[in-house]
């Protein structure tokens, strides 16, 4: 396995086990959603409201950034991809769940549910360089700490 190969790997074990994100467009600050999966596809998914800003903003498919932060702080990521709105139901189906029906009143038929769809083109992935191991070699002035941070970082792309 490559670096690369394994900085995805473990970017994408992350992000489905913790599934808070931040995600923006242009004109359209980042805010916090749950991101959803559908299998083991690279697409991610959001469930929000008709009325949010960021779906009111999705007339057409967008450049967007989403940015991640493992909840141990253990890996970092920010993807550059395109949002759209995908109301397909096929797909709502799939990837409803009890958490997302909280917060529809009509369930699957509220008028008010949207489906935003991002598709990852590339990333940068931080895994942290902050351990005890680094800690302890900059104690005792072995390596270099500028080298053990290059190693911790990889630009991977996700199409």
Not at 5 to 16: D, P, T, V, Y
Not at 45 to 51: L, N, P
Not at 59 to 86: E, N, Q, W
Request: net charge positive.
């Amino acid at each position: 396995m490559t670096d690369k190969q394994e900085f995805e790997a473990k970017f994408w074990k992350s992000i489905r086990a913790d599934m808070t994100v931040m995600v923006g467009t242009a004109g359209v600050d980042p805010r916090p959603m749950t991101a959803q999966f559908d299998g083991e596809r690279k697409t991610i998914y959001f469930f929000t409201a008709k009325d949010t800003e960021i779906a009111e903003n999705l007339t057409r498919a967008k450049k967007a950034t989403l940015v991640y932060a493992a909840r141990k702080h253990d890996l970092f990521a920010t993807l550059h991809g395109t949002l759209r709105i995908d109301n397909d139901r096929k797909t709502v189906d799939r990837l409803w769940n009890r958490f997302v029906a909280a917060w529809f009143e009509k369930g699957k038929d509220d008028p008010k549910l949207c489906l935003l769809r991002f598709e990852p083109a590339d990333a940068q992935i931080w895994l942290d360089a902050s351990s005890l191991v680094a800690g302890v070699k900059m104690f005792l002035g072995l390596g270099d700490p500028k080298q053990d941070y290059a190693d911790s970082v990889a630009r991977v792309s996700l199409k």
